[in-house]
């Protein structure tokens, strides 16, 4: 029985193709029927200030030279048409030729996707004011605390934690939240 999970995997590609495969994969997805299967196709990449003759230059530097993120879920299909995409030479954490790959960590892609500015989640988070989260991310990690504000927009919510016995306050991303 195969997972209808969706999950996040690094694929392995010619350095230099990284944008090359990630548009393959798109247009593959589509044409092969496969966008319930494979979501978002991501090259990490970081934007940096360079000086060059004086001159300030806002420059993209890839995060991961030859590897691209995936966000699929894993059948047999699914895994040969992105195995199959030209430019990729493999998915990251395979353990031999017919073994799936192992996914990445949530707290792995979050981070990547966070440094990026990409949004973690692709929906609005579902709580309403007055709703109990769990913090699953950030400095109050671990934590408890009830839903005083929501701005959908934005994607940032006002949480009242109890620490130390007192009420205090934090703003924090949807991404950082899951219901309990």
């Known amino acids: ?19 090359k495969v990630k548009a393959n994969l798109e247009s593959r997805a589509q044409s092969m029927g496969m966008e319930d299967y494979i979501f978002r196709v991501i090259v990490p990449e970081e934007k940096a200030t360079e000086v060059k003759n004086g001159k300030e230059k806002e420059v993209t530097h890839k995060t991961f030279p ?9 059948t047999d299909d699914s895994w040969y048409v992105v195995r199959n995409t030209p430019g990729v030479t493999g998915f990251v954490g395979s353990h031999g030729a017919g073994s799936k ?67 205090t306050s934090t703003e924090l991303n949807f991404d950082q939240v899951d219901k309990v």
């Open 66 to 74: 030859g590897y691209v993120l995936v966000e699929m879920i894993m």
């Open 1 to 19: 029985m195969e997972s209808l999970e969706k999950n996040w995997y690094v694929l392995h590609t010619y350095s230099g193709y990284e944008n």
């Open 101 to 167: 790959p192992a996914p990445l960590l949530p707290e792995e892609v979050h981070s990547i996707l966070r440094t990026m500015g990409e949004p973690v989640r692709h929906k609005a988070l579902d709580v309403e004011v007055g709703e109990v989260v769990e913090i699953i991310e950030g400095a109050f990690s671990g934590l408890s605390g009830t839903v005083s504000e929501v701005d959908d927009e934005k994607q940032k919510l006002k949480v009242e934690i109890n620490m130390f016995g007192r009420e």
